[in-house]
Every structure is written in structure tokens, then in C-alpha cells.
């Protein structure tokens, strides 16, 4: 749970400088800061069983998901939900990884 406390901590910097250089729009904020209140609710309230990071990544696929389907999310929106998309993907495949060769990666390639 280290990490979401971290990312819990920095996600309202990084949100504000994103919308502050028009990189995201306030509805892009609104929907970030969303999906990480409800991450942070399931690990504070979960008390049957153990919350993972594949759990809650999962978990907000699904609600990713969703948005996708949507037909008035305008072009530029859905271009950074697939982004999303993607990343948490990613992020759900690497969770059995243990370590990380820096030589190994790669640039991410900027959304348009």
C-alpha cells in the first residue's frame, strides 16, 4: 500500500501542473481524481482481503472501460482514456515483475 499513499500525495501536484499547461482539461481532473478517491476508499475499506496493486488497477480498468463506450467523450478525451488504458495494462502485466533494467526502456510516445 506504499505506493498509493505516494501516488495518493503527488496526484494533486501533477494534476495541477497538467491542467495549468492545458496538457488535461478540468474534466480529465474531475475523472483523475476520482478513480484514485475510489482506489483509496477500496484499500482503506477493505477488510475481508488483502488489496493488491493488480486489484486496484484492475478495478480501474473496468471503470476505464466504461468510459471508452462512451459516445460524447470527445476525440482528444478518448485519445488520453485509451492512454490510460494502456498504462494500467501495462501496469497490470508488470505487477509480477521484480525488477527493472533502465537500459530496457523506452520513451513513451506523447499523446496527440
Not at 60 to 76: D, E, G, M, N, W
Request: glycine share 4%; net charge negative.
Amino acid at each position: 500500500m506504499g505506493i498509493l499513499t505516494i501516488v495518493s500525495a503527488l496526484l494533486p501536484f501533477l494534476i495541477t501542473e497538467l491542467q495549468q499547461y492545458k496538457v488535461i482539461s478540468p474534466s480529465i481532473a474531475t475523472l483523475i481524481t476520482g478513480v484514485e478517491g475510489a482506489a483509496t476508499t477500496l484499500v482503506s475499506s477493505a477488510t475481508t482481503s488483502p488489496v493488491t496493486a493488480t486489484s486496484i488497477l484492475t478495478a480501474i480498468s473496468a471503470a476505464v472501460k466504461v468510459l471508452q463506450t462512451q459516445t460524447t467523450i470527445s476525440p482528444l478525451t478518448l485519445s488520453i482514456v485509451n492512454a490510460i488504458d494502456a498504462a494500467i495494462a501495462a501496469g497490470i502485466s508488470a505487477s509480477t515483475v521484480t525488477a527493472v533494467t533502465p537500459a530496457a526502456l523506452e520513451p513513451i510516445a506523447p499523446v496527440a
